[in-house]
């Protein structure tokens, strides 16, 4: 019997960050999995360092361009905390509206993403052809599409006007008919189900062992969530529901996000309603006192960590970052374990892993000692034939 | 034959989109070109997996250390003529990015580059705005 090594990544890390899995493979099951990290680093943390607090808020945007708003959102009350001040109640509610106008942009753009990894191109193009609805939103709001800059230490730069909480209602409503209807997509659609049912199997101990976080965690039936366990920026006074699944696989993960652009809508229009007058923004002192302060937030992915440290000098002494898609490595691994070369694709992209690097692949069979490449495209083909040909079912 | 090539190059260019460290933004927006509301394929752009498939390579982000062999190589793996676009202000000279110990700089600084956009990230317009300058170029070139 021979064994196979596939790394997956990074030589070529077109699309998708770049990441390395090597796969140890018993025929077409997964045996082992080892991941290797650090393609895209750029030392951002290190950066922080040199740069003003001010600017700091700009380059922890661009950590993530998918999730920008929730970095941002982390850096600021971590340095608020350090000025040991509230921010105004009207900024607090801004912030919460355009957090999750980026997670509804975030999860919409992943289904759309999944739809693609499984074959499924007409369901991947019709969810973005949705998806530009919040991007309508955002750009109304800020001038800008994907990144808002909404987020400023002690407040938000800007305001939303009667008009555009008329405009933002009406997208809401559009958004809240298009993602019901996909939803009823995923729960009938049969190519779907096939890939992803019982797929990718996390249970609620393994999850609670390997730290999951997120949706992940949240679709192995884990209630965990940081705007519930340690509510910021007002989300106390919001009525929201946790959405929590008990099937484990991939399908779960599906679910989980897709019921959760349902609640951000509906908090979104409890926000705008409940909005309070006021300022948007409390004036503070160029630099913080020294101090230090850990704060989390929940990101569209799952849990996002800050820790800001300052010494009274113009420029932050240290500031740590974990994102969630580190966070949620160790159970990827445990997920792909078991599972067929053909279920990578899905696998990996059930994490959401702000797009991982699968873009090429070696294969190594050690017994013929023959060495060949495949790309992304290739694998997606190989995996789409193989369900095709019927697969194992 | 070779003005058939030409044309079908204007025709229909075939491109390959390569993220060098960038942080995403950049990638969404470039894929939202191809998507419906801006919808680059209505010039016969098509996105391909492999570099010897491509004429043209999108580049989003700034090029990190680690990364930058890896650029080298894909371009070098593309079939002549090859064009390049810089995709985004990290792309076009490093940008938010500038100290950032495993930062290179625009990707000018690895392979060279036909058409810059800027900005943070690049709105979709500016892509089709940029990809049309390109053809025009093509037009030239023939």
Redesign the interface.
Known sequence: MSTYKIPVG?????????FQFNFELDGEIIVNVKPRL???????E??ME??SWVQGI??SE?????C?VPHTTCYCIAVEKLHDVDVPKRAQYLRIIINELNRIHSHL?WLGVLGMELGFLTF??YV??DR?RV?DLVELISGN???PSMNFIGGVVYDITPKMEMAIKKGMDYLEERTKYYKSVVLNEPTIKVRTENIGVLNKSAATDLCAVGPVARASDLKTDVRFDDPYSSYDEIPFNLVTYSYCDVFARVLVRVDEVLESINIIRECLDKLPSGPIMKKLKRTPPPGESTVRVEAPRGELMYYVKSDGKENPYRVKIRTPTLANIPAVCEMLKGYHIADIPAIIASIDP??CCT?RILFIDKARNKRWIW????LRKYSLEWYENGGRR | MVSIIGWSRIRSPWI??????????????V??AL???FDVERFGILL????RHADVLVVT??V?R??AP?LK??YEQMPNPKFVIAAGTCATSGG??W?????LGGIDKVIPVDVYIPG??V?PQAVIQGVAKLLAKLQEAK
């Open positions: 990074p030589q070529h890390p077109a699309i998708k960050e770049a650090g393609f895209v680093h750029r030392g951002i290190k950066g040199l740069r700009y380059l661009r950590i993530c361009g998918i920008n753009l991947y193009m973005w052809r530009e991007m599409r994907v990144t702000c797009y873009e790309s992304h495209s290739q | 390959l989109y390569m993220c060098t460290g960038a942080c995403n933004a950049c990638d969404i927006e894929l939202a998507t419906p509301r391909k997996g492999s570099p982000g700034a990190t680690q990364v890896r190589r894909i938010v990015y100290g950032c110990y495993n930062v943070c990230p709105h």
